[in-house]
Structure formats: structure tokens, C-alpha cells
């Protein structure tokens, strides 16, 4: 077997290949990963960026892999071809990672209970719909029906939720020009049992603050949030205390 662990809190390495492409991406698990597990699974796209140094970033923004080993979770970063996320040049790479990431997880005995679509920027404009050439949103393509838990939008813009029926969490700055306006989930949070929105606590992080807008009590399964940093703007890392809370509630809907 071939081994794609990296350690937690390790720099982004591309350490895995799509054999029909012949293109690499990023694939981080647990050193302790066994056969039995569960796990989740987050796809992390990466805004536009012009060079493939670059465009690692996103390892860094949005560091899914600090939580390999508390929350379960296998992450995987691609690279695009180009500065942007295309259908024509990336739609099938990264369907064909997906399905390779699964078939090695499921053929070494581990159980991937869900997925999640994380995007920053044009990667999280893509994931929700928004690419020139095909409006529906990349987490809500019919080959990833059935796969697909719930999408993270960080700093994507456009005010908008995914173009299909999932859970959504929405993360940006209020100084951000580019990530905002903030969606109102309000009418789909609501078809899922949700009460309406809450913001009565804050998360800080040392001297960060980011505005918390929770749905409560959804249906199973379901889950929808806001995270409004105060003071931040486009490219500054996600806080850690944000991020734990955005992993506890990818987890939260398989309670």
C-alpha cells in the first residue's frame, strides 16, 4: 500500500497522483488510521491564484488537516491547471480524485460516512455555482449525488447558497469586499427544521472575534452557520477557534 500520511500540522506536499491525468494533489490522513474507522472526508479547493506554489496557500487558510486525528477526517488538496477552477480543464480530474480517494479508503477497510466541499474565494464561488460556462455548483453535480454532506464556503461572494439542497457553512471578514455580502439562510435553514437565526455568542481567539450565526435544533443530517471575522479581510488564515467549531459541526450532522 502506498503511504500518503502526513503528520499533523505538515506542509502541503503533493503526495498523491490521479493516474489519468498524471496530475498530483495533496492527501493527508491520520498516521493512525486503521481499518474500522469512519471517516469524513473534506475536498479543499483554492482560490485564484496565478502559480502552483501559490495556489498551496489554501493548506494553510483553511487547515482542515490540525483535525486528521480529533475529528476523523482525511483531507485532500488539489491544484488546478489554470489560476481558476474550469469545468472543461478540472471537472473530471477532480471527480476522478474523489473516486480514487474513496476506492483506496473503502479498500484498506476504512468507512467514509460523508463529504464536504470546502472552497475559498472562486473556489468556494465554484463550489456553490458560479462558473461562467455552468451555473450549477460543483458540490451539487450529479456524479457527487449521495457523496456530498455539505459545502464550505470561505470568502466566496456573491451573497448566494449552493445551487442544490445541502448543508452550507459560510465563513469570510467583515472587511473582505470580495467575501461578502453574508447569504440569509434563513427560508432554507427553516425547510430543514431550523429554528431561526441565533447570534448570541461570539468566538474570539486571543483578540480575534468572529460574529457566530447558528440555525438550531435542524433535522438530522443538517446544518447551517455564519462566521463573520471582525477586522479580517480575504487572505488572512481562518483563527483556530473558528476552525475547530466549523470541524465540530462537520461532524455535528452524524449525530
Not at 471517516?39 to 502559480?51: A, C, E, Q, R
Not at 448566494?160 to 469570510?172: E, F, G, K, L, Q
Amino acid at each position: 500500500a502506498q503511504a500518503f500520511c502526513i503528520g499533523q500540522g505538515g506542509t502541503l506536499t503533493l503526495n498523491a497522483t490521479e493516474p489519468s491525468s498524471g496530475r498530483r494533489y495533496a492527501l493527508s490522513y491520520s498516521c493512525e488510521l486503521r481499518a474500522g474507522a469512519e471517516v469524513s472526508f473534506i475536498l479543499n479547493l483554492h482560490g485564484t491564484m496565478p502559480t502552483e506554489n501559490l495556489k498551496g496557500y489554501e493548506h494553510c487558510y483553511f487547515k482542515a488537516h490540525d483535525y486528521l486525528d480529533s475529528h476523523n477526517v482525511v483531507v485532500v488538496t488539489p491544484i488546478a491547471t489554470g489560476s481558476q477552477w474550469r469545468y472543461a480543464q478540472d471537472k473530471q480530474y477532480l471527480l476522478d480524485v474523489v473516486d480514487r480517494v474513496h476506492d483506496q479508503l473503502e479498500g484498506a477497510g476504512v468507512d467514509v460516512l460523508q463529504m464536504w466541499v470546502a472552497g475559498h474565494s472562486w473556489g468556494g464561488m465554484w463550489l456553490k455555482g458560479g462558473d461562467e460556462a455552468d451555473r450549477t455548483g460543483f458540490a451539487c453535480l450529479p456524479e457527487l449525488q449521495g457523496r456530498v454532506g455539505g459545502a464550505i464556503g470561505l470568502a466566496p461572494g456573491g451573497g448566494s447558497t449552493p445551487s442544490c439542497d445541502i448543508p452550507y457553512i459560510h465563513v469570510t471578514g467583515s472587511s473582505d469586499n470580495t467575501g461578502l455580502p453574508v447569504p440569509d439562510m434563513t427560508v432554507l435553514a427553516a425547510s430543514h427544521g431550523c429554528a431561526g437565526p441565533s447570534s448570541e455568542v461570539d468566538i474570539v481567539d486571543g483578540g480575534n472575534v468572529a460574529e457566530y450565526t447558528t440555525y438550531p435544533g435542524c433535522d438530522r443530517g443538517w446544518a447551517f452557520e455564519d462566521y463573520l471575522r471582525q477586522g479580517k479581510g480575504h487572505l488572512e488564515e481562518i483563527e483556530d477557534n473558528v476552525m475547530r467549531s466549523v470541524m465540530d459541526t462537520v461532524n455535528s450532522v452524524l449525530e
